[in-house]
Nanobody, 114 residues
Framework: QVQLVESGGGLVQAGGSLKLSCLAS????????MAWHRQAPGKQRELVAA???????NYADSVKGRFNISRDNGENTVYLQMNSLKPEDTAVYYC????????WGQGTQVTVSS
């Protein structure tokens, strides 16, 4: 069964940085487009960033210029480098394939204090 394990979240002050990691147990990881989503309290889950198997990226307008998605196919891992964090970035962050599978990981909590 596919597993997605996110890590790297934490508490950071506004303006700080965090790097999230997601280990995906996909035998054909390198062939999958991958994405990061987030869900803030009381809000719907939203797409934050996507990265195709060919290296093309797409970002939500709210994170453009601040977040960077990358991957290491040899490690079956996708990353999200988050810089210049804002309190509104506070959420649980999840990775998934793109389009998403029905399986989700436990997510990693990111809290940005003002």
């Amino acid at each position: 069964q596919v597993q997605l394990v996110e890590s790297g979240g934490g508490l950071v002050q506004a303006g700080g940085s965090l790097k999230l990691s997601c280990l995906a147990s996909l035998s054909t990881f390198g062939h999958h487009d991958m994405a990061w989503h987030r869900q803030a309290p009381g809000k719907q889950r939203e797409l934050v960033a996507a990265l195709t198997s060919g290296g093309s990226t797409n970002y939500a307008d709210s994170v453009k210029g601040r977040f960077n998605i990358s991957r290491d196919n040899g490690e079956n891992t996708v990353y999200l480098q988050m810089n210049s964090l804002k309190p509104e970035d506070t959420a649980v962050y999840y990775c998934n394939t793109y389009p998403q599978m029905s399986v989700w990981g436990q997510g990693t909590q990111v809290t940005v204090s003002s």
